[in-house]
Every structure is written in C-alpha cells, then in structure tokens.
C-alpha cells in the first residue's frame, strides 16, 4: 500500500491549501507586474504627447519588474519542489531544506495571521530518510498549532537537531502554549504520526511543540492498515 | 475625487496611485487596515479600494470599521481569486458589480470608482 492512501484526504487538503496559498502569491506578483507594465505604457502615452521620458523613473520599473520575477520564480520552485515531494515514498532528506520550505511555503498564511517565522539553520545537515510529503504535512499541522500558540509576541522559531536514534524539530517561542486548548494533536495529526512512526510533544515550559523522527523510516514494509486491525508505525 | 487604496503588497498600491493620479484622481495608499485607519483620523476619502485578503484584519472586516467612521464612504473590493467563497463574501458586502480580480483593468477600475461615487 502506497503512503499516500494511508493519509487520505489528510494529504489531499493540505496539497489544496499550498496550492490556494500559492497561486495567491502569484496573483499579487502577476499583478504588480501587469501594473508596472500599465505605468510603462502610461508614460509612452505621455512621451508621445511631448512629456520627457526620465530614465531613472524607467529603470526604477524595470528594477520593480525585476524584483517580482525573482520572487515569482522563487514561489514556483517552492511549488515544484513541494509537487515533488510526493513522488516518493522514502528519501534521505536534509531538514534544514525542508525546514526552508516549509517556511516559504507558509510565509503568506503566517503573514495573514500576523505571525513572524524564525528559521534557526544549524551548520552541519541533519539528515532523516522518510517521506517528504508526508513529514511536510506534519510539519504543516505543528506550524499551524504554533501559530495558535505563539501568543503576544507572535514569532514561531522553527529548528532542527540529530539525536542519537534519528532527528528532532522543534516549533519554539510558543508564549501562549499553556493558554491552547489540548486539542493537538487530533486526529489530522495523529495518523501522520502513525505513518512516520514519529511522536510529538508538547512542552509548556520550554514553550515548544517537538517532533522526534527515526533516523531512518522503513516506508510502507513498517506500516500496517490500520483497517485491518493490526498496528501502524509500530505504535500499539 | 479622493481615493485610498489598501493593499498589503506595497509596490501594487503606489503603482496603482501613480496610474490613477495620472487619471485625474487623488488616488492615497495604505499597507495595512491599521494604517488605512490611522489616515482616516486625519484625511477624508470618498472611495476605498480595499484587498479582500490582508493580514489581520481582512478587506471586510476593514470596510466595516472604515464605515463606522465614514458612514458615506463607498467601497471596491479587490481579490487575487475569483473563488466562490471569496465572491460570495465581497459581493455580498458590495455587489458582485464592485468586486474586482486582480491583476486589474485600470481603466475598469476607474470606470467602477467613477460609477460607485454616482450611485
């Protein structure tokens, strides 16, 4: 059985809200760039009637274009990336990059909650073999509680570390961790853990969500159907 | 005629102001609903172009407290979608007529800045 039919419409939601999130960012860089190319126009229209053209108005637009290309090749090798996520079941990742992409990926729906993302990049590279769709699922669903969670000061730092047994992420500056209901992790978040044979904990005096994660995932040979009445992940 | 544009990607609302005033119209800018707030403590405007999605505090959430304080201000809702749901709430708030998908027509927002102000 493939990973994918084990998570459902749990992996189906969220490559829907990437997608929504992300063709909205690229709506804003299309039309920025459509108003751009507007004032352009608009000044050759005004050229033509006699006014001076400046060139440093002209290069500034064309620097402002430039700009939003940039950031509109960034979001689509964000998206291409996160496509490609899901083509495989098992595959030795770097954290770190992932930790990225997940913050780029999130930027806008963060921003629409007033909350700032803190990436804490360690040097050395913490790798894990597993999926990774299905760990940028779960890393979704914890951004997501930590958002709740971030109270007042409203910054999330997200980092990662080895251990000795595989890799830990760590959701941290979660002010409001002891104020959120204990509604996390609910069932969305439960069967990723089940499938990653991950844990989460929530730690209220360090004021962060952490996510331990084995060095090596065994893909689907360790997973068992929950339907059929046995176990997943090797959790009882 | 006295327009303020409230969207929270900056380099659309000052390029739009520059093309609007190039129109005829004192086309202001805000990033932000607070921000558009605070100008209205000290300016008056006759039209808003509000985004639908903004951090915070939402285009319709803000249209309300800018009409609390501007009873007869009118309002022109801009969105990256054309989605239902996001239809369904700004033309709900403003009539499907005055509810834009970007990237804009300038001249289509004109023409609705200008028919919103006779109605």
């Known amino acids: ?236 | 005629m006295k327009v303020l544009l409230v969207d929270d990607e900056k380099e659309l609302v000052t390029t739009l102001a520059e093309r609007l005033a190039l129109r005829g119209l004192d086309a202001q800018w805000a990033t932000s609903a607070e921000e558009a707030l605070s100008r209205l403590q000290t300016e008056s405007f006759d039209i808003a172009v509000l985004d639908v999605k903004m951090p915070k505090v939402d285009g319709l959430l803000l249209k309300k407290q800018m009409q609390a304080k501007c009873p007869a201000m009118k309002f022109i809702f801009v969105t990256g979608h054309g989605s239902s749901q996001d239809f369904e709430a700004g033309a709900l708030e403003v009539g499907s007529d005055y509810y834009l998908v970007k990237p804009l027509k300038i001249d289509d927002l004109v023409a609705k800045i200008k028919e919103a102000l006779q109605r």
Request: with cysteine.
């Open chain 1, 1 to 236: 059985m493939a990973l994918m039919d084990l998570i459902g419409m749990t992996g189906i939601q969220f490559f829907g809200k990437m997608s929504a999130s992300i063709s909205h960012d690229l709506k804003n860089v299309l039309a920025i760039i459509n108003e751009n190319a507007g004032l352009l126009e608009d000044l050759c229209l005004m050229a033509n009637k006699g006014k001076a053209l400046e060139p440093a108005r002209l290069k500034r637009l064309a620097e402002d274009v430039k700009h939003q290309i940039r950031r509109g090749d960034r979001i689509i090798t964000s998206m291409n990336t996160f496509a490609h996520s899901a083509d495989i079941d098992s595959v030795p990742i770097d954290l770190r990059e992932l930790l990225g992409l997940l913050v780029e990926l999130s930027s806008r729906y963060a921003s629409m909650r007033g909350v700032s993302l803190e990436v804490d990049r360690p040097c050395d590279s913490i790798m894990a073999t597993t999926s990774p769709f299905i760990l940028l699922n779960l890393m979704w669903h914890c951004l997501d509680y930590a958002m709740t969670a971030a109270g007042p000061t409203k910054t999330v730092e997200l980092t990662a570390e080895k251990t000795p047994d595989g890799a830990r992420l760590h959701f941290r500056k979660l002010a409001g961790i002891g104020t959120v209901a204990g509604t996390f992790p609910a069932e969305p978040e439960s069967t990723l853990i089940r499938v990653l044979n991950a844990q989460i904990r929530l730690d209220p005096d360090s004021m962060e969500v952490i996510v331990s994660l084995p060095a090596e995932f065994k893909g689907t040979d360790n997973v068992v159907n929950r339907n059929h009445g046995d176990t997943i992940g090797g959790m009882p």
